[in-house]
């Protein structure tokens, strides 16, 4: 028992040392920055800063523009979950696959997007005065909260959904059915049964989403403006144009000691929502094109969804194909063949296929560290029995509630020097990816682990089977949803990730956002939109071939099919 | 569907299985995205290979100012990241003087320097070496805007006709914006610029964060009037064959933004670094200034392109802040002015 204690102890030592070595000695960096002054201990900044009505102002928006942002990702995502859930129509598991595409999109693509689209000049606005006969565009919502809602929503509503449908499917349809011989009415199921059990998964997205739209910046300043900076703008001008670190890294801890308190919140709520569910639960679909009267509802929110998502990124491809010559709009290919010319760059060592390859094997060795890490602490917050657990829980969220900004310098300066000492390089950034995707493995993980049913684990256990053994052939394809949906996240967020990129990489590491935001910089608008395109066709296929070979490796074959 | 897979799965294990290979890094020259990817970087990079047994290498990840926190980081943890660096605009003068980052030069080192306008020459310790300039203006649509009537004072940007009309940028996060708030407080003084822009606000469309999200607004057809850079009509005609969007001058006035270059404290190679500043004053590189970074280049002698010539406005009387005036107030100029803005 002591021999398998200790070597359990072993399996979370090793991630947890990881940790404090790449992210938490870093951070205290930060603290230690924002909380000295000439070597003295000193509360003066962060006290600055409460005392300041301009930062209270940002600070309260931030907060608004996430709630927000939380609640109309909820509106979206969770319908979303449940045409997932219910129906069957053709494609739909690689369309599944497809939903995560919009979260990994640079910052710059959506914002494009949303401008072509639902711009006061844009398709959206041009088509509706066209049909209605109108004299000014009806839609306005760029430059305002409500665009910057939207634009937070398109990029988390595909994980709320995601998140919640892995929830879903394992709810025993046995429990509704029963309700309903009863004579529970529809809503009545909804609410009373089908909720309730779907809290876990749905609270955890909303926390992920808040902390995401809190911590957000670019896109608000895209498609808001600078009327609406978030906390996150101030931190960058603190650092990166005044020099001001002092100030920044005060910012950047009240920002963390904030988010830590939004998920310390959630998780002692999600202990009073967590709810035994069966685990492998085959699901009766209907089949989805079918036309009935009660189905208007259904078929109007996919006809939402289809504007929201196919608009912005449909423009952005137009885009790519075009070009203004002479007061007109022609059709080109120059914006991809300048992509694909290989002497573009070639000197600089970043041409855009390098990119491509860059940004797939940083994504691959974040996804697989992102699990080697948190997989151990996903089970040790699940199953472990020892106080502080939800301490615990709270603390390794951490990297999710950081700055980009700030982490990214922080980083930067741990890795320039002992004992980690990687300077920039491929692996430097990997562990940056790690460090922000690990998170999500747990929070995809440990909902699934706390729903499952012991009782198999057990039974095997009695017979003999060593824990590892019950481990592989039980537990694991029980979860293996969580760690599908975890390691996909993962390889999002690396595949999507800038601020900690742009610190560490250098022009041989350059990865495909880096890329399109260069394109940009060098006024080549069609070539981003282009890369753009690539980024998103490469995304995709990446997605849709990670879930194939995913499903096989964590035996999906194995339990969907029977039982 | 199979044989998509199977392809995506063999480009991803290619992918996985050809690792970069590692090169040294002899001369190492820090600057931003766009002057490498699409700037004059490979040819400088050509030339001064040509006659130095060096391999120069070019780091360009982001934009100039993420580049200085990463030599500042670099420096601090006493590593020696880089020989050269490009891309340090006029308001950053004083403050990056503070950090004492640059070796100081003597001119003789850099025979090409003598060639350059004196006005050019902001930086007293003579660390920092101007290799381009521009101007800061306003742009407009000329099919959206009427000509005629153009505003050419501040006060006419003011007109209610321009109401919510003007992209401009963010001064925290983008170079005109700041240099469209020093324009602004040059004009109005401290603390009546506050004012201004109180009036301003309702004709703004939006404050982008950078210059690349407000041109996109711009290319839209989001609103007629940008704040971007007096080539930009030239960068049309070239670019795009049509002189649509139009330069407007407000007071005659442009600011004046000059963009240095300086060789990093500790390099191992201090002639080559000079010698390399050189290069990019000569008349070959600096010729190449106009079209790919859509700037004036700093040595006059260089050729420019017809249409560039013709188009690129040259305003009558160029204005800046002094960097010491900046370094002073840029912290709470800042500030002020986001209160202002801020919840409009």
Redesign the interface.
């Given at each position: 028992m002591n021999v398998r204690r200790a070597r359990r102890g072993l399996l979370i030592l090793l991630p947890l040392l990881f940790l404090a070595a790449a992210f938490y000695y870093p951070l205290l960096r930060l603290f230690r920055e924002g909380l000295t002054e000439n070597g003295r201990f000193t509360f003066r900044f962060l006290t600055d800063v409460f005392v300041d009505p301009?930062f209270l102002?940002?600070i309260v928006?931030t907060a608004k523009q996430a709630f927000w942002s939380t609640l109309l990702s909820i509106a979206i995502g969770l319908p979303w979950a449940y045409v997932f859930t219910k129906y069957r129509f053709p494609f739909k598991s690689t369309l599944r696959s497809l939903t995560i595409v919009p979260f990994v999109l640079p910052s710059?693509t959506v914002?494009?997007g949303f401008?072509?689209f639902f711009?006061?000049?844009?398709y959206l606005n041009q088509a509706l005065m066209f049909v209605f006969g109108l004299e000014s565009p009806p839609i306005r919502i760029?430059?305002s909260l409500p665009g910057i809602v939207l634009a937070h929503a398109f990029y988390n509503a595909p994980l709320v959904a995601r998140m919640v449908s892995a929830q879903w499917e394992q709810i025993d349809p046995a429990y509704t059915e029963s309700a309903r011989s009863l004579g529970a009415g529809r809503v009545r199921r909804f609410a009373g049964i089908t909720l309730p059990m779907l809290m876990p998964g749905l609270m955890t997205s909303s926390m992920l989403v808040f902390i995401f739209s809190f911590l957000s910046f670019?896109i608000v300043?895209?498609l808001?403006?600078?009327?609406?900076?978030t906390l996150e703008?101030e931190i960058?001008?603190q650092?990166?144009?005044?020099?001001?670190e002092p100030t920044g890294a005060a910012l950047a801890i009240l920002e963390i000691i904030l988010s830590l308190l939004f998920t310390f919140g959630y998780i002692l709520l999600e202990g009073r929502f967590t709810r035994p569910v069966g685990g492998r639960i085959h699901h009766a679909t209907e089949p989805l094109f079918r036309w009935s009267w009660g189905r208007g509802l259904l078929w109007l929110f996919i006809v939402a969804c289809a504007i929201l998502y196919i608009g912005p990124l449909g423009s952005v491809l137009a885009d790519s194909f075009t070009?203004?010559?002479?007061?007109h709009t022609v059709l080109t290919l120059d914006w991809y063949a300048a992509i694909f010319r290989p002497e573009?760059?070639?000197?600089?060592?970043?041409a855009p296929l390098r990119a491509?390859?860059?940004s797939?094997?940083t994504a691959?060795g974040a996804m697989l560290g992102a699990l080697v890490v948190g997989v151990p602490i996903a089970f040790a917050v699940a199953r472990g029995r020892f106080r502080g657990r939800r301490l615990f829980d709270t603390v390794v969220m951490a990297p999710l509630g950081v700055s980009s900004v700030a982490l990214g310098?922080a980083l930067?300066?741990a890795f320039?020097?002992p004992p980690l000492q990687l300077?920039h390089g491929?692996l430097a950034i990997v562990l940056a990816h790690t460090i922000l995707a690990y998170p999500f493995v747990i929070r995809a993980v440990v909902p699934i682990l706390e729903g499952l049913d012991r009782g198999p684990v057990e039974a095997a256990r009695s017979l003999g089977a060593t824990g590892w053994r019950a481990f592989l052939d039980i537990e694991l394809p029980l979860i293996r949803r969580g760690l599908l949906v975890g390691a996909v996240l993962a390889f999002a967020i690396s595949l999507g990730e800038m601020s900690a990129?742009?610190?560490l990489?250098?022009?041989?590491?350059?990865t495909m956002p880096?890329v399109v935001?260069?394109?940009?910089?060098?006024?080549?608008?069609g070539g981003a939109s282009a890369m753009s395109c690539l980024l998103m066709a490469i995304t995709a296929?990446?997605f849709?071939?990670i879930e194939?070979?995913g499903a096989r490796i964590f035996g999906g074959t194995k339990w969907s099919k029977s039982a | 569907m199979r044989t998509l897979l199977v392809t995506a799965v063999a480009l991803l294990g290619v992918c996985l299985v050809c690792f970069g290979q590692a090169a040294d890094t002899p001369f190492v020259v820090y600057t931003y995205d766009s002057f490498a990817s699409w700037g004059p970087a490979s040819s400088i990079e050509q030339a001064f290979e040509a006659t130095h047994p060096v391999d120069v290498r070019f780091v360009a990840v982001a934009d100039s100012r993420s580049m200085l926190t990463r030599l500042l980081q670099e420096r601090q943890a006493g590593r020696q990241g880089a020989d050269v660096f490009i891309g340090i605009e006029a308001a950053e003068l004083a403050r990056t003087q503070r950090l004492e980052l640059f070796v100081s030069i003597p001119p003789e080192d850099v025979p090409n320097l003598a060639a350059v306008d004196p006005a050019l020459l902001l930086d007293p310790s003579g660390s920092l070496i101007p290799y381009e300039h521009g101007y800061i203006t306003f742009v407009y649509d000329s099919e959206h805007v009427e000509t005629e009537t153009l505003a050419r004072t501040f006060e006419d940007l003011l007109d209610a006709r321009y109401r919510n009309q003007i992209i401009l940028e963010d001064p925290r996060m983008s170079s005109p914006g700041l240099s469209f708030l020093l324009w602004t407080i040059d004009r109005y003084g401290d603390p009546g610029y506050l004012d201004y822009w109180r009036q301003l606000r309702p004709n703004i469309l939006t404050v982008a964060g950078g210059w690349g999200e407000a041109y996109d607004l711009f290319l839209a057809g989001e609103a007629p009037i940008v704040l971007s850079f007096s080539t930009d009509t030239a960068y049309s005609v070239i670019d795009h064959g049509s002189a649509r969007h139009k330069v407007m001058l407000l007071q005659n006035q442009g600011y004046r933004n000059v963009y240095f270059m300086g060789v990093v404290q500790g390099t191992e190679h201090l002639d080559w670094a000079t010698d390399f500043l050189d290069l990019v004053l000569s008349t070959e590189i600096q010729s190449l200034i106009p079209t790919t970074e859509w700037m004036f280049p700093a040595n006059p002698e260089a050729l420019l392109p017809v249409s560039f010539y013709q188009y690129a406005v040259t305003p009558p009387q160029p204005v800046m802040v002094s960097p010491e005036a900046i370094a002073e107030n840029l912290d709470r100029w800042l500030r002020e002015w986001s209160l202002v803005i801020l919840g409009g």
């Open positions: 301009y102002r940002v928006f710059i914002a494009v401008i072509l711009g006061n000049n844009g760029l430059y670019p300043l895209a808001g403006g600078a009327q609406f900076a703008v960058y001008t650092f990166i144009v005044l020099f001001n070009r203004s010559w002479a007061g573009y760059n070639a000197l600089i060592g970043a491509v390859q860059n797939l094997q691959a310098a930067l300066a320039l020097r300077g491929w990129t742009i610190m990489a250098r022009p041989e590491w350059k880096l935001n260069d394109l940009r910089a060098a006024r080549s608008f296929i990446a849709v071939v194939r070979f | -």
